[in-house]
């Protein structure tokens, strides 16, 4: 019932538009009455993005999950998550993408479903880093970087109408993300110093009373 919706919805908004087409239309030809649109999809905006609860929910949920991963490794192992949900369908994903550069609702609700996952980053990160200096703040701007990455990595995907590799491109966004957040390596432990020899002689004493010095002072190490 719910992927017919969504078919049906999108059969009806490349023929009219968006605005043109309402719930009663998409119910009509999906075949079913409004209480079942409304028991899947809140709003008709809701129908063009389907997915992104059921991502969500998945996302945090990995995010919650105790692991020993270092949080920054594991939020952008969380964006790719993300990511997925794109690319498993690509031909759904594109549309959906020129829908919303066509249609000002849309973008607004799209960067509002943005808001949502930097914000599970976010206080994710803030849990991990509680205690640090800047912490919060710390937590706040690496969040913001992930997102940032992946929807760089993402609409490039989407203008070049699905063609290409997606995750590589997003690999090498997170990887200016790692390389100015994750904790740096931990430091060589310290060599042993070297021994230094201090000799005090008297003033004008002849250089072999101070070489004859320094000898005895190395042989009793």
């Known amino acids: 019932m719910r992927e017919a919706l969504v078919a049906a919805a999108f059969q009806l908004f490349l023929e009219r538009g968006y605005e043109q087409t309402t719930v009663d239309d998409i ?20 129908v063009v993005f389907p997915d992104h609860e059921r991502c969500l929910a998945d996302m945090t949920a990995f995010l919650e999950e105790s ?16 990511l997925r949900m794109y690319t498993e369908n690509p031909t759904f994903s594109v549309q959906r993408y020129r829908l919303t550069r066509k249609v000002p609702g849309l973008r607004a609700y799209e960067l509002s479903v ?39 990595a993402l609409r490039s995907w989407l203008r070049s109408d699905g063609q290409g590799d997606a995750s590589a491109a997003l690999d090498h966004a997170l990887g200016f993300v790692q390389q100015a957040f994750a904790r740096p390596p931990a430091p060589c432990e310290a060599e042993e110093p070297e021994d230094v020899v201090v000799i005090v002689s008297r003033r004008g004493a002849p250089l072999w009373r101070v070489v004859q010095e320094i000898e005895g002072a190395l042989d009793g190490e």
């Open 27 to 46: 119910v009509a030809l999906a075949g079913v009455g409004r209480r079942s649109f409304f028991r899947y999809f809140p709003s008709k905006e809701d």
């Open 67 to 82: 692991s020993d991963d270092e949080p920054v490794q594991r939020v952008c192992d969380a964006v790719r998550m993300v």
């Open 114 to 152: 943005v808001w949502r996952y930097e914000r599970a980053f976010a206080d994710y990160l803030r849990g991990r880093l509680a205690g640090r200096e800047d912490g919060t703040l710390r937590s706040d701007v690496i969040a913001a970087a992930v997102a940032a990455a992946h929807n760089n």
